[in-house]
């Protein structure tokens, strides 16, 4: 029985040239689907049972290559109405971006090359012209992520010295990692001034010593302390500094260029702002409310910026061809108003929701004679997420999916698996679906994952 069950099993090639199998060859790679087949076919010449139909295999096979193909990147559709997800890998880049990306990478550049004088260049001088042009900064420089670039001042400025931040500052950012971490792995020493929800000028004045290097000041990320506060603005806190002759510093993080009120969003202080208001130093992220790649941008006095270029931690810290690429081509963005749609975290907030609710009917409607499945267009509310504007929420408009033999979860977990896979959240026992961070371009796949419930 076992000879006999053995032989009717079918060989590796009829399984590698099936067209649902040997389309894996391109995403997972020739020799990961011979060896995903022949792990199937081991697991039943194994088996004490007789062999499983080809059909049965091929689908066993399949799952696997799945799973193997899900341990790398794939593209997801968002419909979670968090439209900068840090799970996501935050802003999508704009078409500008991607195609600078695809130019420049296909082949040479002059990343360090001067052309007029054939010698070697400044890989940040091309950027450091876009980033004056938006900031108003004297110089500026790029490094790899926005923890990065405060790693970077704290290592050229206060190794050894004192950096007074207020209590109400000392922030926890994802993954665990806290600002007093950060610090003392600069060599830093941390003066916490002020409470949790107040702090004065005099708190820094009369925490100046002759060992203080920075006065720091830092994004308040996902929380806010609302009430009974107060706190020391960018222009008082920079007076101070020079008065007592310390840079003034501020990790603002969320990387706002432009006034987000015009989207009917809280005001978050600009970059320009913040350098206007005469700060030494300002770091924000690239992939946050700038709309473009992970990056770490400082902006600020030409002389102090000199002094972080020849800090050797730079090197280690350094953006490739890439990044600057997609960073200068989103930032051309910036420079023409009527472009500024063209960065997608834009074409999103610019939604009107009487758009997105005309979607979500359509939606609705197509699925209408889904058996046991009741889609409902519904208004819903966004969030720009990514650590910013923890208070501000976007209304919004998606559909609500109920079953009636399935729980949300068990929905959930059935669209995770579609390729594309699609994400959405659970509220009240039904499962959302938010089209302000779903493209209009992922509708069908998003209809065919709905259809397959």
Not at 220 to 225: A, E, F, G, I, T
Request: proline letters at 4%.
């Amino acid at each position: 029985m076992e000879q006999s069950a053995k032989r009717t099993i079918p060989a590796v090639h009829r399984f590698t040239t099936d067209p649902a199998i040997a389309s894996y060859d391109a995403i997972v790679g020739r020799s990961a689907v011979k060896a995903a087949v022949q792990s199937v076919l081991d697991s039943c010449r194994a088996s004490r049972a007789d062999a499983p139909a080809f059909d049965a295999l091929r689908s066993r096979v399949i799952a696997r290559l799945a799973d193997i193909e899900a341990t790398g990147l794939l593209t997801v559709i968002n419909a979670t109405g968090v439209l900068l997800h840090t799970n996501f890998g935050r802003a999508p880049l704009a078409k500008s971006a991607l195609d600078a990306v695809a130019r420049l990478g296909a082949g040479y550049t002059n990343l360090e090359y001067d052309l007029d004088s054939g010698t070697r260049g400044d890989r940040y001088e091309r950027i450091t012209s876009q980033i004056r042009d938006v900031s108003g900064a004297e110089a500026a420089l790029v490094v790899n992520n926005c923890a990065a670039a405060v790693l970077l001042v704290l290592d050229t400025f206060a190794r050894g010295r004192e950096v007074v931040v207020s209590r109400g500052q000392l922030i926890e950012i994802g993954g665990g990692f806290r600002l007093p971490e950060v610090l003392a792995k600069s060599g830093a020493t941390l003066v916490e001034v002020g409470t949790t929800n107040r702090t004065y000028a005099s708190d820094y004045r009369n925490a100046w010593s002759p060992s203080t290097a920075l006065f720091m000041r830092t994004h308040p990320s996902n929380y806010r302390v609302e009430g009974f506060t107060a706190d020391i603005d960018a222009r008082t806190l920079a007076e101070l500094a020079r008065e007592l002759a310390v840079i003034s510093f501020e990790d603002l993080g969320s990387g706002a260029l432009v006034d987000l009120t015009r989207f009917g969003l809280p005001h978050e202080p600009t970059l320009a702002e913040e350098i206007t208001a005469g700060l030494d130093l300002v770091t924000v992220s690239g992939d946050k409310l700038l709309g473009g790649p992970q990056c770490g941008i400082i902006a600020g006095r030409a002389e102090l910026v000199d002094r972080l270029r020849r800090n050797p931690l730079l090197r280690a810290l350094r953006v490739d061809k890439l990044t600057l690429a997609a960073l200068s081509a989103t930032l051309a963005d910036y420079a023409e108003p009527e472009r500024l749609t063209g960065i997608p975290l834009f074409a999103m907030l610019s939604a009107t929701t009487e758009t997105l609710m005309r979607r979500a009917r359509s939606l609705a409607s197509q699925l209408s004679n889904a058996a046991g499945v009741q889609v409902e267009p519904i208004g819903m509310q966004s969030t720009s997420g990514g650590g910013t504007l923890p208070l501000g929420k976007i209304p919004s408009a998606g559909v609500a999916i109920r079953a009636s033999n399935h729980t949300a979860e068990e929905l959930a977990s059935a669209l995770r698996a579609r390729r594309p896979p699609v994400i959405g959240r659970i509220e009240g026992g039904r499962l959302l679906l938010d089209l302000r961070t779903v493209r209009p371009d992922d509708e069908a796949a998003l209809v065919d994952a709905l259809a397959s419930l």
